[in-house]
């Protein structure tokens, strides 16, 4: 398994362009995340979904999109990128058995960098 | 509401020294608590975690934490510090509002090991 995979791993933008951090998972897990990761800051949470067609708002989701049609892809779309998304993304997944204490699987990073 | 919040941005120790990472967390339910580490230009790997089940749990490359109610804390240590365990730690405790799986992350702190 190849696990958590991300796409591209570094990418600079100009203001106001857009893109789409790839992810994919190859374990069947059915629940995704993203997060950013700012120094000092710890990861915060910007989407998650809990299985195809299900996606809801993490807590800085603000500049972002995503969407879940398989289980095993889950996009993050930036529309408008500002100096503020500067950052690095992290995508991960788990195996959800409702008990909260499974383990997220966590993907390689994509750093982006908005001039 | 569930917090976490991690004592110290940097620890450094020399090689062979005992390693302390500071982790305290508040919540209103019965906390489930993980560490993870990110070792440079990668992503998150689970260390260990807390179900309940026992409350001094030992994860991999010898880190341990222990589980102490009353004092709502988590610590990690290690009992002999390597140059191989110089990465970023990060405390998390599991959102246990909704079947979500989502995790709640400390600030982090980054393992010096000096030779």
């Known amino acids: 398994n190849a696990g958590v995979t991300q796409t591209p791993k570094f990418r600079i933008l100009k203001i106001g362009q857009s893109m789409t951090l790839q992810c994919t998972q190859d374990?069947?897990?059915?629940?995704m995340y993203w997060y950013r990761q700012d120094p000092g800051m710890g990861l915060k949470l910007i989407y998650y979904?809990?299985?195809?067609?299900?996606?809801d708002k993490g807590e800085v989701p603000n500049g972002y999109n995503v969407s879940r049609s398989t289980t095993e892809d889950f996009p993050l779309r930036l529309e408008l990128a500002a100096p503020s998304q500067t950052s690095v993304y992290f995508c991960?997944?788990?195996?959800?058995?409702?008990?909260?204490?499974?383990?997220?699987?966590f993907g390689p990073g994509t750093r982006l960098l908005v001039l | 509401a569930q917090s976490v919040t991690q004592l110290g941005s940097h620890v450094s120790v020399s090689e062979g020294a005992l390693v302390l990472l500071r982790c305290n967390y508040s919540?209103?339910?019965?906390?489930?608590l993980f560490w993870y580490v990110q070792y440079p230009n990668q992503g998150l790997q689970l260390l260990l975690k807390?179900?309940?089940?026992?409350?001094l749990v030992k994860g991999i490359n010898d880190f341990e934490a222990e589980f102490k109610k009353s004092e709502t804390s988590f610590h990690l240590t290690k009992p002999s510090a390597h140059m191989s365990d110089a990465a970023e730690y990060f405390c998390?405790?599991?959102?246990?509002?909704?079947?979500?799986?989502?995790?709640?992350f400390g600030q982090g702190t980054t393992l010096q090991v000096k030779p």
């Open positions: 807390y179900t309940s089940a026992a409350t």
């Open positions: 991960a997944s788990l195996l959800n058995s409702g008990t909260g204490v499974e383990t997220q699987y």
């Open positions: 374990m069947n897990h059915n629940y």
């Open positions: 979904s809990v299985g195809a067609g299900i996606t």
């Open positions: 919540s209103s339910v019965p906390p489930y």
């Open positions: 998390a405790v599991s959102d246990r509002t909704g079947n979500t799986g989502k995790l709640i």
